[in-house]
């Protein structure tokens, strides 16, 4: 889900009356190989300033369970979704390493990548996926890309094994 829908969707659910959920996927989403989705695009960054404004928001526009939300927001979704793009971008290209996207991502959004790994080491969550991908980042950068690097050959193995 790219930011803009994210940004809409947390906005309209902060203003709604009431909310009701349904068991089913009622959407779906045609990710195409030349999106920006799947390709080495450090413009997918830009979905830290869409949770920096979805938070504004919700300052401006107080709720009832903006206490547990706003951290949500700030913390787990903000960083979910740097490590997804790093993860995107890293493994929608061959041979570019992660210092050269570190180096892209400062050039564009400079002291972003400072401000989330300030954001990183204060982590607390629950999702032991995202802990590991933060403990091997923090250890080292280069180390979280060789993680990923055997994540996906692992599951391009599978996808194999599984045809046959």
Known sequence: MNGEDQEFIYKAL??????????????????????ISNSYNVKKFDVVAVFKRVDAYFEAHPFEQLDMISPYIRNRELIENYFFNLKTCLNGTEGVSIQKLLRDIDHTYPELNQEMYELIRRYRGNDRRLALYIRAFLISPLLYHRFISVE???SRFKRKESRL
């Open 14 to 35: 902060s203003r709604a009356a009431r909310v009701i959920t349904l068991p089913d996927i009622l959407s779906f989403y045609l990710q195409r190989n030349t999106s």
């Open 152 to 154: 996906r050959g692992l």
